[in-house]
T-cell receptor, first 115, second 113 residues
Framework: DTEVTQTPKHLVMGMTNKKSLKCEQH?????MYWYKQKAKKPPELMFV???????INESVPSRFSPECPNSSLLNLHLHALQPEDSALYLC??????????????FGDGTRLSIL | QQQVKQSPQSLIVQKGGISIINCAYE??????FPWYQQFPGKGPALLIA?????SEKKEGRFTISFNKSAKQFSLHIMDSQPGDSATYFC????????????FGTGTQLKVEL
């Protein structure tokens, strides 16, 4: 079992729906990440929060909206997604913010399908 | 210059054999090199990582070899087992780079009985 928990595991939504993905970690980590992964491809970084502040946005379309309510929780709000947004969305965390290189621990992801 | 090139794309190894996956990079500012293992339906799991002041690191059956002058690093899986069948990603990041990982394209490993 991973220590980064993502819910839901699967999500099917229409292009006009609004939904949210949730990520929790209780390891006391201070940086949290959202990645998008297409089949047979490596993860692509979307957002990074360090000490609950958005530190990196990799030019992600505004239909994806991240939120970090506290140091243990990370949300990704979805609205008006496109079929090409169907992918595995991964959350990760690392211990000490982003000022140094350190291991990232991934959750098992949310498999998102856009109809 | 930010790319990490990974080879082979896929690999079939007999049980008990050695699996070798190679990565090469151009950016000399990279200073952290982790390997991730990903099973179908699961997230990537950190396997082993190395920094450029070390030429080799071993953890159990997994060894990273690092050649700074050649800008290459590789993962060796000794005594490969069917349970090792997974996709392996090498990655690299730079100090002060926001802990952003540049991933290789992945290697699909199958270990046959």
């Amino acid at each position: 079992d991973t220590e980064v928990t993502q819910t839901p595991k699967h999500l099917v939504m229409g292009m006009t729906n609004k939904k949210s993905l949730k990520c929790e970690q209780h390891m006391g980590h201070r940086a949290m990440y959202w990645y998008k992964q297409k089949a047979k491809k490596p993860p692509e970084l979307m957002f990074v929060y360090s000490y609950e502040k958005l530190s990196i946005n990799e030019s992600v379309p505004s239909r994806f909206s991240p939120e970090c309510p506290n140091s243990s929780l990370l949300n990704l709000h979805l609205h008006a997604l496109q079929p090409e947004d169907s992918a595995l969305y991964l959350c990760a965390s690392s211990p000490w913010g982003i000022s140094s290189n350190q291991p990232q621990h991934f959750g098992d992801g949310t498999r998102l399908s856009i109809l | 210059q930010q790319q990490v090139k990974q080879s082979p794309q896929s690999l079939i190894v007999q049980k008990g054999g050695i699996s070798i996956i190679n990565c090469a990079y151009e950016n000399t500012a990279f200073d952290y090199f982790p390997w991730y293992q990903q099973f179908p339906g699961k997230g990537p799991a950190l396997l082993i990582a190395i920094r450029p002041d070390v030429s080799e690191k071993k953890e159990g059956r997994f060894t990273i070899s690092f050649n700074k002058s050649a800008k290459q690093f590789s993962l060796h899986i000794m005594d490969s087992q069917p349970g090792d069948s997974a996709t392996y990603f090498c990655a690299a990041s730079t100090a002060g780079g926001g802990n952003k990982l540049t991933f290789g394209t992945g290697t699909q490993l199958k270990v046959e009985l």
